[in-house]
């Protein structure tokens, strides 16, 4: 091919000549299949459709925040002002009788002399108490700083609170009828413990524990139901 300007020999696929620079052909047609550059969109020109399967989200309307009612709180308060506290001084008042003797009144010393190892039980049990009431306040300070697990801590306070005070209970019975059976020739352990029953201090003692073991289990499930639903509140560290 020769430039229509100057009429040098140039390549066939030039647009413009070597020599002169003229203009010796249109710019090069687009090849089939080769990518075209993006058109720029318009302003307020419509939007292609979006291709199938790829649809935008329908729009959702947002879900409003409902508030949830407040729980009562007046078990709590009442446990943490009152009850801990005054089972924290019933148990100091406890450990002072039983290092005492004052709870068997002017027969104390009767009672220790006749009764083998009842001081000693007596003694361990008093620093038993001193423990409950330490831990009684223990709780009360976790509930009251709403700390994580410190309505299980509660929970564990109310049964080893009452374990104690069954089990000294239980040891005073056993220790008694041990000391009727040295007493009663030829009786044994069982013997002493139906003349024991027969009693009617005996029985009545035997039913205010049987309470006692009973309104445990429903104080230890009823507060364990009524924590669960404040389980959200006792969060700090």
């Known amino acids: 091919m020769f430039c229509p300007n100057c009429g040098k020999q140039i390549p066939d696929q030039s647009v ?21 550059a993006p058109t720029p969109q318009q302003p ?9 399967g790829m649809q935008p989200a329908p729009y959702q309307q947002p879900v409003p925040y409902v508030a949830q009612p407040a729980l009562p709180m007046k078990w709590y308060k009442f446990v943490i002002w009152v009850q801990l506290f005054l089972s924290a001084l019933v148990s100091v008042g406890s450990a002072l009788l039983l290092l005492t003797g004052a709870q068997y009144g002017h027969d104390s010393d009767l009672a220790y002399s006749m009764i083998g190892g009842l001081r000693v039980v007596d003694i361990i049990f008093a620093l038993a108490q001193i423990g409950i009431a330490v831990f009684a306040i223990y709780v009360r300070q976790q509930l009251a700083g709403f700390k994580k697990g410190a309505p299980e801590l509660y929970l564990r306070f109310i049964i080893i609170a009452n374990v104690i005070s069954i089990s000294y209970n239980l040891i005073v019975v056993c220790l008694a009828v041990s000391t009727l059976t040295r007493f009663l020739p030829g009786a044994n352990f069982f013997d002493a413990l139906g003349m024991l029953l027969e009693s009617s201090s005996t029985q009545a ?12 289990i429903v104080m230890y499930f009823l507060n364990r139901t009524y924590f669960n639903k404040r389980a959200h509140l006792f969060v700090n560290a």
């Open 44 to 52: 307020g020109a419509p939007q292609p459709p979006a291709p199938t």
């Open 16 to 36: 413009f000549c070597p020599s002169c620079g003229t203009r010796v052909q249109a710019a090069a047609p687009q090849q089939p299949g080769a990518p075209q």
């Open 205 to 216: 003692s035997l039913f205010q524990l049987v309470v006692s073991v009973i309104a445990v």
